[in-house]
């Protein structure tokens, strides 16, 4: 049974330019949310994907956006790339919305140069 | 945003000591969940809590949903090398738009 995964492990990208990041959920699971986390951080709710639609959206801006496609994987883009966009980016899914524990993969560590 | 208040932010324990560490909030939470986080890896839920004065173990991890709502305390007892790694609270509250809020960590470190 195959956990959360994430794609790629690291990724790195120069000030301006664009990324995509992947995220397969758990098996049986519908509802992605994306996380940033900064070093020696928490991580910081960007926004949730259920039912193909975002449905919460932390206090991120527009470059940050998302997808979610009929099979519940999901994809995170982020536009015009700034230094401080430099983090771990963790996917967590969980059974519908709600209250459901969030299981998370191991992230997609991005560093911009 | 919201912040969850979790101390200690570091502690550096004897092996076989028992650990304490607690998150709270100026909020009132309905969810609190407590993860670990190793290096290079994503967090792993140990303990899921849903109700006031829950008291919850998992192991040698035991865990409380505070009766004010606004705390919960995650104890571990005779601490293992394999415990070293980050703890981190998080919860789910009304004013956070039931978003889940974490702490910024607390870092168990254990001496040889």
């Known amino acids: 049974d195959a956990g959360v995964t994430q794609s790629p492990t690291h990724l790195i990208k120069t000030r301006g330019q664009q990324v995509t990041l992947r995220c397969s959920p758990k098996?049986?699971?519908?509802?992605v949310s994306w996380y940033q986390q900064a070093l020696g951080q928490g991580p910081q709710f960007i926004f949730q994907?259920?039912?193909?639609?975002?449905?919460q959206r932390g206090n991120f801006p527009d470059r940050f956006s998302g997808h979610q496609f009929p099979n519940y994987s999901s994809e995170l883009n982020v536009n015009a790339l700034l230094l401080g966009d430099s983090a771990l980016y963790l996917c967590?899914?969980?059974?519908?919305?709600?209250?459901?524990?969030?299981?998370f993969g191991d992230g997609t560590r991005l560093s911009i140069l | 945003g919201q912040q969850l208040n979790q101390s200690p932010q570091s502690m550096f324990i004897q092996e076989g000591e028992d650990v304490s560490m607690n998150c709270t909030s100026s909020s009132i939470f309905n969810t609190w969940l407590w993860y670990k986080q190793d290096p290079g890896e994503g967090p792993v839920l140990l303990i899921a809590l849903y109700k006031a004065g829950e008291l919850t173990s998992n192991g040698r991890l035991t865990a409380q949903f505070g009766i004010t709502r606004k705390d919960s305390f995650l104890n571990i007892s005779a601490s293992i090398p394999s415990d070293v790694g980050i703890y981190f609270c998080a919860g789910r509250s009304m004013d956070s738009n039931y978003q889940l809020i974490w702490g910024a960590g607390t870092k168990l470190i254990i001496k040889p």
């Open positions: 967590a899914s969980s059974y519908q919305q709600g209250n459901q524990p969030q299981h």
């Open positions: 994907y259920y039912e193909e639609e975002e449905r």
């Open positions: 098996s049986g699971h519908d509802t």
